[in-house]
């Protein structure tokens, strides 16, 4: 059975830091693309972040804010999150699957999802 359990939400300041983990079992990740997506309240979900190979994509609006990347030793994904805003508060999700990339950012595009981990950006 495959799971991806999230942790590492939390409260925080704006301008704070937060790293997400993402820990896979029942498949080996380094023959996934891992990626982050995040649905904030009243909102739809989006794509944040990818890890496919060596490659890393990102949505322009945590660019250079926000790193993924993946540790297959310890089969998790992370993300880093610097320089937080209000916008980014949201249910933070990781998401397994072999899109190409050009359909990396479709959710339609992964097999497998983690049950979300809340991230709440707030003086």
């Known amino acids: 059975q495959v799971q991806l359990v999230e942790s590492g939400g939390d409260l925080v300041q704006p301008g704070g830091s937060l790293r997400l983990s993402c820990a896979a079992s029942?498949?080996?990740?380094?023959?996934?693309?891992l990626s982050w997506f995040r649905q904030a309240p009243g909102k739809e979900r989006e794509f944040v972040a990818a890890?496919?190979?060596?490659?890393?994509y990102y949505a322009d609006s945590v660019k250079g804010r926000f790193t993924v990347s993946r540790d297959n030793a310890k089969n998790t994904v992370f993300l880093q999150m610097n320089s937080l805003r209000p916008e980014d508060t949201a249910v933070y999700y990781c998401?397994?699957?072999?899109?190409?990339?050009?359909?990396?950012?479709?959710?339609?595009?992964?097999?497998?999802w983690g049950q979300g981990t809340h991230v709440t950006v707030s003086s």
């Open positions: 029942g498949l080996t990740i380094n023959g996934y693309t």
């Open positions: 890890v496919k190979g060596g490659s890393q």
């Open positions: 998401a397994a699957g072999r899109p190409t990339t050009s359909a990396l950012r479709g959710e339609s595009m992964y097999y497998y």
